[in-house]
């Protein structure tokens, strides 16, 4: 399955117009490796073009439309070794929360350590509600409930 991409501007992360950061976007790079190309590609290679070509793509490029890039909750992974998934209704997890794990140190993503701290934290958050939840079904108030609604 192909996916469909776009190339926006990301002024959420930008630092002038957000340009590197949309290009680093598309790519699935990190941010700082694009703008350190692009900042050594204006004093070694052709500055001027280079200056030419970012402003044309701050004025050509969209701005990235909110919620675009968001994943869909999911208790699989899409590829093996490529991220992971959960769906939560934790308040502190709301919306989409897909954890990358990079292989290599241009690609963007969390570091292994980081991700599995991430992970680690969501799964204690969870078994937490669970005992919570278990609590109450195992309490005299939950079987008071039960009988009352049942009159």
Same mark, same amino acid.
């Given at each position: 399955m192909k996916v469909q991409r776009t190339l926006y501007r990301d @002024?959420? *992360? /930008?630092?002038? /117009? %957000?340009?590197?950061? %949309?290009? /680093?976007?598309?790519?699935?790079?990190?941010t700082w490796l694009v703008r350190i190309l692009v900042v050594t590609g204006f004093f070694l290679l052709a500055?001027?073009?280079?200056?030419v070509a970012y402003v044309a793509a701050?004025?050509?490029?969209? &701005?990235?439309?909110? %919620?675009?890039?968001?994943? @869909?909750? @999911?208790?699989y992974s899409s590829a093996p070794g490529k991220g992971w998934r959960n769906a939560s209704s934790d308040p502190?997890?709301? %919306?989409? *929360? &897909?954890?990358?794990?990079? @292989?290599?140190?241009?690609?963007a993503g969390e570091p292994p350590r980081q991700a599995l *701290?991430?992970?680690?934290?969501?799964?204690? /958050?969870?078994?937490?509600?669970?005992?919570?939840?278990?609590?109450?079904v195992t309490s005299r108030e939950f079987e008071l409930n039960r009988e009352i609604s049942r009159l």
């Open positions: @002024t959420e *992360h /930008a630092r002038i /117009a %957000g340009v590197c950061a %949309g290009i /680093a976007n598309y790519f699935g790079l990190e500055g001027p073009f280079v200056l701050w004025f050509i490029l969209d &701005k990235k439309p909110l %919620g675009e890039g968001e994943v @869909t909750q @999911t208790l502190q997890n709301t %919306g989409s *929360h &897909k954890v990358e794990v990079k @292989t290599k140190v241009w690609q *701290h991430d992970i680690a934290k969501r799964f204690n /958050a969870a078994e937490q509600r669970l005992r919570k939840m278990e609590t109450y």
